[in-house]
């Protein structure tokens, strides 16, 4: 039994947690932080961005080194996939910053519990460490940082090996002969490409009739061409029934076509919000139709002192906004002050070429009602993007047809996540397409392709 009475309690030490909890511990609040795993970091640096990251570029390296080095007069030959050091590298970069964590901890004198964490009511909160024992830590508030897993689909028998989920895919021991995907969405495209580029046939199947749905149709359209022409196969407008595995071989079986016969399946239809034996019955604090926990605006629960962040709360499941909502839950608790600006929020998609988004698609702003005037430049016509031999792709501006303030940025091409940055700050400070388009880029950079999309949002690019 801990009799500690701290400030602020934090369950779940993924990227909304552990952030919140130094930010806090920085304000001069009594922090503590449980979680459930070894290493810290969450779902974010232990099987997600940072893994998926790494094995991206890693995989991306040999493609380039196998085709795509010639074309630059570099003729390399003997080249070959090592893929027990590519894992290890991957594994080595995971552990380096999840120990980073710990250290943060550490420097923040954030004190960490290591268990499951369940309410026993609102400021108690019992621990239960991997051998069962248990003891209770009190605070004044406890902040929900659960983050979340896969969405499960009925059918698909998940064996934690030949059909599996991200987790699983970040460490196949071989290359599969056949992927077969289910969900065309972001995890399916990254990890897709991915094994594709290792040597992999990947076939995706997704349920609607288009891939990325939520993201700009013209972006996903062009996307799935140029990942076509890469060697995905995209089935569209399929629904999968079920998938089983039999020895080293799977079956996917789906509605209307034959079964399709593959060495590894990845499920990766969405992600749902982690709120299961948490004790929540026990406040009375009920989950959302899609299991999110609710929240004010301050990111306090209907339950006084009880507030939520991140990956089990709604909106997008992306990192960066799990903590932006840290940051402000516990600056608001301790200024009164703390907000975060959703329409601000940019999401990277980390294929070759990138895509990336800050801003509603034209199919939202149209749906919404709001005006807008639409300003594309290509990357073919971009000096630098030619000098890397990586043309494909365009930027495009949506701005208010009245104020020209800024509304979106999409961008698929080279460093495309790279880019967004200076369309959030952009938009974060409410400028116009024309101040992006005054403002001086560097000659010669891709960011020069966001300046002449932000001069053909008034007609008057210059370089085409
Ligand atoms: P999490 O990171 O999920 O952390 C929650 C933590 O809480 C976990 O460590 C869990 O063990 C712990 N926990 C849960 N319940 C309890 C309990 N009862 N007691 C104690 N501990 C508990 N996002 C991006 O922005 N960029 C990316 O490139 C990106 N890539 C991704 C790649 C993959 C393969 C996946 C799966 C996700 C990716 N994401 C990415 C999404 C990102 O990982 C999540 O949005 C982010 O981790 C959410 O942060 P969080 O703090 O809310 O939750
Ligand atoms: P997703 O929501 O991106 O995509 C899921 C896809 O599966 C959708 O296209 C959906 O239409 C499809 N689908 C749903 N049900 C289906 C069914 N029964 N059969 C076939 N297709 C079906 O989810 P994903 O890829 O699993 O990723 C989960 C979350 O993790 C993402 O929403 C994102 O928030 C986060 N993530 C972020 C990354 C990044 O920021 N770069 C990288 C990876 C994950």
Known sequence: MSETPFDLLVIGAGPGGYVAAIRAAQLGLKVACVEKAPALGGTCLRVGCIPS???????????????????????VSGVELDLSTMLARKDKVVTTLTRGVAGLFKKNKVTRFEGHASFQAPGEVTVTDAEGAVQTVHAKRVLIATGSSVTPLPGVELDGDRIGTSTEALSYPSVPEHLVIIGAGVIG???????????????????????????????????????????????????????????????????????????????????????????????????????????NAHFETSVPGVFAIGDVIAGPMLAHKAEEEGI????????????????????????????????????????????????????????RARALEQTDGL??????????????????????????????VAIEFGASAEDIARSSHAHPTLAEAVKEAALAVDGRALHI
Request: glycine fraction near 12%; charged fraction near 25%; aromatic fraction near 6%.
């Open 189 to 295: 495209l990254e990890l897709g490409s991915v094994w594709a580029r290792l040597g992999a046939k990947v076939t995706v199947l997704e349920y609607l009739d288009r891939i990325m749905g939520g993201m700009d149709a013209e972006l996903a359209k062009t996307a799935q061409k140029i990942f076509t022409r890469q060697g995905l196969t995209f089935r569209l407008g399929v629904k999968v029934t079920g998938a089983t595995v039999d020895g080293d071989r799977c079956v996917v079986t789906y509605e209307g076509g034959e079964p399709l016969a593959c060495d590894r399946v990845l499920l990766a239809i969405g992600r749902r919000p982690n709120t299961e034996n948490l004790g929540l019955e026990r406040l009375g604090l009920s989950v959302d139709k899609r299991g999110c926990i609710p929240v």
């Open 53 to 75: 990251k790494a094995l991206l570029e890693s995989s991306e390296r040999y493609h380039e080194a196998t085709q795509g080095l010639a074309q630059h007069g570099v003729k």
């Open 328 to 383: 402000a839950c516990v600056e608001h608790m301790v200024t009164g002050y703390g907000h975060v600006n959703y329409d601000a929020i940019p999401s990277v998609v980390y294929t070759h070429p990138e895509i990336a988004s800050v801003g509603k698609s034209e199919e939202e702003l149209k749906a919404a009602g709001i005006p807008f005037k639409k300003g594309s430049f290509p990357f073919i016509a971009n000096g």
């Open 395 to 424: 930027v495009k501006i949506l701005a208010h047809p009245e104020t020209d303030r800024v509304l979106a940025v999409h961008i698929i091409g080279p460093r495309a996540g790279d880019l967004i940055a200076e369309a959030a």
